[in-house]
């Protein structure tokens, strides 16, 4: 029972001087970094501060740049696709169609034609004005988001001038769209 006792205060006594031991070695090397950044003319902390800066520098422009790559997209987007008999386009629509109006508003020198198109189903009369009115509101929001009027024109082709040929659903879908042609 003794030499239990001896055992576990001799492992107890380890256990200790191998803590006191991990202690000093780190804080001999916190000590030997602060005097490394001092000699170095620049506390830790001013080194943590630049570091701190240069990440927060490193983090704007990776924004910056992937913001260049969203509008680059977006803007390339120029055509807006209807669905069957609706004037009013599509909610996914939406990002894209800022970005043009916040490109339109920064450029006031540019200009670009709206030009709305419809399927070939119904009286060319009526797929003219729809035409019309999907251009309409495209031109609408790009207004309401900070184009000006004077930069925008529309035009309504109605069936006239089809993106596919034929009778399947995939061709009526292809010709009901509101294109965006810069001028």
């Not at 005097?35 to 983090?59: I, K, W």
């Not at 184009?147 to 061709?171: F, K």
Request: charged residues 25%.
């Amino acid at each position: 029972m003794k030499l239990s006792q001896l055992a576990k205060s001799a492992l107890l006594i380890l256990t200790l001087i191998g803590v006191i031991a991990c202690s000093s070695t780190s804080e001999e090397s916190d000590a030997g970094a602060a005097e490394a950044a001092t000699q170095g003319g620049e506390s830790g902390v001013d080194a943590t501060t630049r570091r701190t800066q240069e990440l927060a520098e490193e983090a704007r422009a990776r924004a910056a740049a992937a913001e260049e790559r969203m509008t680059r997209s977006a803007l390339a987007t120029t055509v807006f696709y209807f669905d069957f008999d609706v004037a009013e386009f599509r909610g996914a629509d939406r990002d894209v169609l800022t970005y043009h109006a916040r490109d339109l508003a920064a450029n006031s020198n540019k200009s670009i034609r709206l030009e709305g198109h419809a399927d070939e189903r119904g009286t060319r009369e009526y797929n003219l004005a729809l035409g019309e009115r999907r251009a309409t509101a495209i031109l609408n929001y790009l207004i309401v988001n900070g184009a000006a009027r004077s930069q925008i024109e529309t035009v309504s082709y109605g069936e006239e001038r089809p993106a596919q040929r034929g009778e399947s659903d995939q061709a009526y879908q292809q010709n009901r769209r509101v294109e965006i042609i810069s001028q």
